[in-house]
């Protein structure tokens, strides 16, 4: 029998039963907003991830610290105790020449003042390498040297924020600029005097960032990047370095190196230290997961409750399957006597099935449409991300749930005996 | 054309034995004949026109048709005999009452692939018996086959439909179709060309 045939017998039962169809079209429906959500999600984490990792790097590793609020026995506050040092750092770069970074940073947050401008900044201190890191681009004045390096001196960087080359749609980014940006941009400070913390610094240099297309920053919010002031570390370490701790930034070059640099550094870093440091050694990739662990969660909650709603209506598809069969044995009897194959009525029951789906599918992709339009409209930016496969992989699902739930109805059907179902009444 | 040889059928009954059906029949057809079949209820005439048609498998001897042994068809070889060989007529009209009367007389195209987009809307409800039945012979004869089985055709009509039909039948039977027709009104049965009567499960008399 021809498809275009079953597409028309098909789409008579669903018109003639339309409490029943409608019913059925519902509860698909459902599940296929469910679905087009959680794949917009799905789309816009994987696609924040990769554009962080592409911008940083696929190779970066970060070690850090796990502080003292992290630590529950007395043996793990003892080993609090011992810090990741500069010397660390430096061994680090001794050991592993062939890294591209190893980048040691500082973080603190002092008061910034300049006249009478006075603001909260967070300070890094950094060495030559932390430029390596690939998202600054432009400098005006010098960048730290290792001159600055050995003699502790009291020289500053300052960052400024980049805007937009072009403001991508899907992004709703508020254009605001704190005080210290707003008193930066106004007032030149290159080679000026400025008091950071405590202690008078000469602004060596103006780094402006890259645009925010380009900015890791845009698409995932990762700590420490913040600092908009860099120092010497060694200054740093001396002025203000009292508590802070010493994290650094590693480049292996590429992804597949992570996992082998992770734990040769861990080792020797343990080695410097008799096995008694706390230490937190991630690649960015497993960091950026952690990030998005929230919103995986919420992703995985959306992703059950569509495959719970489209099961619900696969079983409403099977009833209706069911129902439909019973009420139509005599008429299966009558195609199988003039020359029906079972194939043909299997084919003809999955068709109608796979039709109630895919109009029930149609539906949900105008429900979820709406209710996509309405949060993107109210700037939930995961939102904005809804590419045109989307529509199309949920109203497969929805034809496929229709097609598995009415096999075995549609095998039932198709094993009926021809004289027993022309006899029926 | 067809052969039949010893041909039994028994049903399966819960607990009992079975109910034989057929005990053993022997018969045959020449292609271009017109065969009426009478007996009285439960004599096996319905089961062996089952069986003729490939409908039913029977339960022992031997069926040939046009030379092969129907026996050793499958499932999908018995349908397609249905579809290019046998074309059924049934007491009750059988017709799908969603579907327009040409719809009805098209089903059978369309297994075979051949549908055309026509549209005749009458509803077979609306058609008066005689009308249906007419619907019901141009749907067995949509593929052309070369049996013809009617059981009990004229079995809802009244007598004048009733003989229309069977003279139908009989012009279908001149231009060289075979027909077995199942029947208790022994005037029609004298319309055909051939007489069988059965009792019982066996042929009492040819």
């Known amino acids: ?425 | 054309m067809i052969k039949c040889v010893n041909l039994r059928k028994t049903y399966p009954l819960k607990k009992l034995q079975g109910y034989p059906a057929l005990k053993g029949l022997d018969l045959s057809i020449e292609a271009g004949e017109f065969v009426a079949v009478t007996g009285p209820s439960g004599c096996g005439k319905s089961t062996l026109l089952n069986i003729l048609g490939f409908l039913d498998d029977p339960s022992g001897g031997n069926y040939f048709f046009k030379g092969r042994d129907a026996g050793s068809f499958s499932d999908p070889e018995r349908s397609s005999m249905r579809l290019s060989e046998v074309g059924f007529i049934f007491q009750s009209f059988n017709l799908l009452p969603r579907f327009s009367a040409l719809d009805n007389v098209r089903l059978p195209m369309l297994y075979k692939g051949v549908g055309s987009g026509g549209k005749a809307e009458q509803n077979p409800l609306e058609l008066s018996g005689g009308e249906r039945q007419r619907v019901g012979i141009a749907r067995a004869l949509a593929n052309s086959p070369a049996l013809l089985l009617a059981d009990e055709p004229t079995g809802n009509l009244d007598s004048r439909n009733g003989l229309e039909i069977i003279s139908l039948l009989k012009e279908l039977n001149a231009g060289g179709l075979t027909v077995v027709m199942v029947t208790h009104d022994q005037g029609l049965a004298k319309m055909a060309s051939r007489i069988i009567k059965m009792k019982d499960g066996v042929i009492e008399s040819r």
């Not at chain 1, 009415?406 to 059907?413: E, G, N, S």
Request: charged content about 20%; glycine content about 10%; hydrophobic content about 45%.
């Open chain 1, 1 to 425: 029998m021809r498809i275009s045939e079953s597409l028309r017998t098909g789409a008579f039962e669903i018109f003639h039963h339309k409490v029943r169809s409608f019913l059925t079209f519902f509860s698909i429906a459902i599940g296929v907003v469910s679905i087009m959500y959680s794949l917009t999600m799905i789309y816009s984490m994987n696609f924040r991830t990769k554009k962080a990792l592409d911008i940083l790097g696929h190779g970066r590793i970060k070690i850090g610290q796990r502080g003292y609020s992290q630590t529950s026995t007395s043996m793990e506050k003892k080993e609090v105790n011992d810090r990741i040092t500069l010397e660390d750092a430096q061994a680090l770069r001794a050991n592993f020449p062939e890294l591209p970074l190893v980048s040691p940073i500082m973080v603190n947050g002092v008061t910034f003042s300049h006249g009478y401008f006075r603001h909260w900044v967070s300070v890094a201190g950094i060495t030559t390498e932390w430029k390596k890191r690939g998202w600054i681009y432009k400098v005006k004045g010098r960048f730290i040297n290792q001159y600055d390096l050995d003699n502790y001196d009291r020289v500053c960087l300052l960052i400024q924020d980049g805007g937009w080359f072009k403001k991508p749609q899907w992004m709703k980014y508020y254009d605001w600029m704190d005080g210290f940006q707003k008193y930066i941009k106004h007032h030149d400070l290159l080679n000026k005097t400025v008091q950071v913390g405590d202690n008078l610094y000469t602004v060596v240099g103006i780094l402006e960032s890259p645009p925010l297309e380009k900015n890791p920053k845009t698409f995932l919010d990762l700590e420490g990047w913040e600092s908009k002031v860099l120092i010497p570390i060694t200054t740093f370490h001396r002025l203000m370095g009292g508590g802070a701790n010493v994290e650094i930034n590693i480049d292996t070059g590429k992804a597949s190196t992570v996992e082998f640099y992770k734990s040769g550094l861990n080792k020797a870093l343990q080695s410097r230290h008799s096995g008694q440091l706390r230490l937190e050694v991630k690649g960015f990739g497993d960091i950026i997961k952690t990030k998005m662990a929230d919103k995986r969660r919420d992703m995985y909650t959306v992703l059950i409750i569509g495959a719970i709603a489209i099961l619900a209506g696969g079983i409403g598809i099977m009833n209706v399957t069911l129902a439909t069969i019973y009420s139509r044995i005599k008429e299966i009897g009558i195609r199988r006597a003039i020359g029906a194959t079972r194939g043909d009525i299997m084919a003809q029951f999955l068709i109608e099935a796979m039709l109630l789906g895919f109009f029930g599918g149609l539906a949900g992709i105008l429900m979820s449409m709406t209710g996509i339009q309405y949060l993107a409209s109210k700037g939930d930016t995961d939102m904005m991300m809804v590419q045109w496969w989307m529509p199309l992989v949920a109203v497969l699902a929805a034809v496929f749930t229709g097609f598995l739930a009415a096999l075995y109805p549609a095998y039932q059907a198709s094993r009926l005996d021809p004289i027993e179902a022309l006899r029926y009444e």
